[in-house]
């Protein structure tokens, strides 16, 4: 498998938008509004980093990261979403490529910390896992993961970034 993982480019914005929209199409806990977020994030200057996956030359993956805000005034924790793969492809291996590489990109960025909505099955092989002194509004615990990058330990509201709440 020839898979390459590169930041994007303008030339990808359609691609990522469509292979994001056929990842979560299908997907009952989703509200299909993926492709929204990223183009709001990518307006607005908060998408920190969007990393595209290649496989022979073909776009084939996503993955976004944009800060977040905490109540307590931490500083330099990412959200990361959506990632996304194409179908067809799922369960080969390239969001694992994704993961290692988006979570490389944002500690090189001085990272402390990482915060996404998802499953503890597939995120606890990153370390990502349940923090009770974080929360996120609307979201049940049990989904709201944590991914110390440092030894600080932040608590308190969570604030994604408002392009999260994007529609069409």
Not at 66 to 71: H, K, L, Q
Not at 91 to 98: A, D, P, S, W
Not at 108 to 132: D, H, I, T
Not at 146 to 158: E, I, N
Request: glycine share 10%; aromatic share 8%; with cysteine.
């Amino acid at each position: 498998m020839n898979l390459t993982i590169r930041p994007e480019t303008p030339a990808d914005i359609l691609t990522i938008a469509d292979v994001t929209r056929r990842a979560f199409e299908t997907l009952a806990i989703s509200q299909h509004t993926e492709q929204f977020i990223i183009a709001g994030l990518r307006a607005a200057g908060a998408l920190s980093v969007s990393l595209v996956a290649e496989l022979d030359g073909s776009l084939v993956g996503h993955i976004a990261f944009s800060p977040v805000e905490i109540s307590d005034g931490s500083t330099g924790w990412f959200g990361l979403g959506p990632i996304s793969v194409e179908p067809e492809l799922q369960n080969r291996g390239i969001g694992t490529r994704l993961m290692h590489d988006g979570l490389n990109a944002i500690r090189q960025l001085g990272a402390k910390g990482c915060l996404l909505v998802g499953n503890l099955k597939f995120y606890s092989r990153f370390g990502f896992r349940n923090e009770p002194a974080l929360t996120l509004e609307g979201v049940p615990p049990e989904v709201f993961l944590c991914l110390a990058l440092d030894t600080q330990k932040p608590s308190g509201q969570v604030s994604f970034h408002p392009a999260f709440f994007a529609q069409g």
